[in-house]
């Protein structure tokens, strides 16, 4: 959206506020109820009967943030109201994704509990009707065109299913499984003691923000920062936060529950969740701040590679590598995306076998693309922005040319994100009052998109290279006698003292050593 002259604080407030004006989930008491959900009802009672006869229950999560959050909040649920449960977390280069025959072979369960997984395991679910267990899938990824048969399946995207928000992460899935539970057995309880934890598993899984999702996240940050955890005390004493922010969790957060999935088990993060004191979370937190450095190194050393193998005149970069950690494909995806504006996978190669992650960027439905080409993959799932898939390795050079060939003629404006220039902004109103209209209507992301504003003909007083691999300029820009300090992670395109600029970007506030300032984060500059 674009408003005609320079934007006041009092339009910036109108446009954000004007973002939300359909929706209906503005407080947590407006939150629908676990009723909604089909089959949520028999599985609460098939718990409830599993509790009251003493009958063995078993929790299969997931090794990301959403998979492992959804585990710590369903394990601590049975744990408070005295119910011992086992708790198998997959390890991603060991058992795979999700729950599978093998694992339900190794579980002694009566009754088998999916979170963040299961809606596509039909032959996990086969061993499960054999051996007589009961299996409850709790799950909130797309519905494949074979359901497993399972004895409930709760998954508000199932086309039966009248829950009024399909677009939830796994743990709001299980979440609301527990709220049944508890409808079910009349138990008191406070469920809203798990809004931190949702709020981290929402923004991980990058879910809308819109709704009950973004009712629970602005919640849940206020929970977070009550500290209530012994591991979010020990994440802001080691990191120096005094207050979680939203973007705390998309970049300081998140990263470290995934990065002990992506390099060893994501059993270390759930461990860190659960921990009970803040020496026990210190402990754990220190193993997984070195696990997520050496992702980063991991990463790093990938991305070179994969730099040197892309090709980037087509519009979807697809490249390979043998023995590439699969840990860290994903996110090296993520990083061609943003840096080329255009889809990207990424697989690993070990022997016959190529095991791929997909990012996208836009409007364009990767999942689609990926799907088309079905007839030579051994398998693939996930969602329109991010995908997981296998292939014989030797259909790999097959494989890119189709890709390249099924985004060829793709709109140029389907790459574009969804971010949106308000217009161009009068540097007076850079002050701590818009710092404040701007924090209003966190937390952005999916569907609110951080507010981008155009800043024209700004002087460059001083500039500065900043970073290990000064690869960061750090901007002093004056504009009608107003100092306005910038910041441009990443650039491609290095401006110099004494030029003129216009340029793009997202305000925020920067603390260093007690003292607060407007900052602002350029995306884009035009000189």
């Known amino acids: 959206m674009s408003l005609a002259g320079r934007l006041t604080k009092a339009d910036i407030h109108k446009v954000l506020a004007g973002r939300f004006a359909g929706d209906k989930c503005t407080k947590l008491a407006h939150i629908p109820s676990p009723s909604r959900f089909k089959d949520i009802s028999k599985a609460a009672k098939r718990i409830a009967k599993a509790i009251h006869e003493g009958e063995k229950i078993a929790i299969v999560g997931d090794y990301d943030a959403d998979g492992v959050i959804s585990s710590v909040i369903i394990t601590e649920f049975f744990e408070d109201i005295g119910v011992d449960v086992a708790l198998k977390i997959p390890n991603r280069f060991e058992d795979g994704y999700g729950i599978s025959p093998t694992i339900v072979k190794k579980l002694d369960a009566d009754v088998i509990i999916t979170v963040d997984n299961g809606i596509s395991a039909t032959e996990a679910a086969e061993v499960c009707k054999a051996r007589g267990i009961d299996l409850i899938i709790t799950d909130h990824h797309n519905i494949p065109d074979q359901i497993p048969e399972a004895y409930a399946i709760v998954n508000p995207k199932q086309v039966s299913c009248p829950f009024p928000n399909s677009e939830i992460c796994g743990a709001q899935v299980a979440w609301y499984l527990c709220a049944a539970i508890k409808e079910e057995m009349g138990l008191e309880y406070n469920l809203s003691k798990f809004l931190d934890l949702l709020a981290i598993a929402i923004m991980a899984d990058m879910m ?53 999935g992506r390099i060893e088990d994501a059993m270390h993060s759930y461990d860190l969740l659960r921990a009970k004191n803040d020496t026990e979370a210190m402990e754990k937190l220190l193993y997984i701040v070195d696990l997520n450095n050496h992702r980063k190194e991991i990463e790093s ?9 892309a090709n980037t005149d087509a519009n979807v970069i697809v490249v390979w590598g043998e023995g590439w950690h699969e840990g860290v494909i994903g996110i090296v995806a993520s990083r061609l995306c943003r840096r080329f504006q255009k889809p990207a996978i990424v697989f690993s190669v070990t022997g016959d076998v190529a095991k791929g992650s997909a990012r996208s960027v836009g409007q364009i439905n990767i999942l ?9 993959l051994s398998g693939f799932g996930g969602h329109k922005g991010a995908a997981g898939m296998s292939l014989p390795s030797q ?10 060939a099924s985004l060829a003629n793709v709109d140029p404006d389907a790459f574009r994100d969804e971010e949106e220039v308000l217009g161009e902004i009068d540097p007076a109103a850079i002050d701590f009052e818009l710092l404040d209209i701007l924090e209003e209507f966190e937390p952005y992301g999916i569907e609110n998109p951080m507010p981008s504003f155009l800043l024209k003909d700004a002087y460059v007083k001083v500039e500065k290279v900043i970073g290990q691999n000064q690869n960061h300029q750090k901007i002093i820009l004056s504009k009608e006698n107003i100092t306005l300090e ?7 395109q290095k401006v110099n003292t004494g030029e003129k600029v216009d340029i793009v970007c997202t305000i925020s506030r920067n603390e260093f050593r007690g003292n607060v300032s407007p900052q602002l984060m350029i995306k884009e500059i035009k000189n």
């Open 208 to 260: 809308k923000l819109r709704d009950i999702n973004r009712t629970m996240v602005k919640n849940g940050l206020k929970r977070l920062n009550m500290k209530k955890r012994p591991a979010f005390r020990v994440i802001a004493d080691f990191f120096n936060k005094t207050v979680f922010r939203s973007e705390d969790i998309s970049y300081l957060i998140a990263p470290l529950i995934n990065s002990s």
């Open 368 to 376: 689609e693309h990926i799907a088309a080409q079905s007839d030579i």
């Open 395 to 404: 259909n790999l050079p097959l494989f890119r040319a189709r890709m390249e």
């Open 301 to 309: 050393e990938l991305f070179t590679q994969a730099l040197a193998d």
């Open 486 to 492: 910038s910041i441009h992670f990443n650039f491609r």
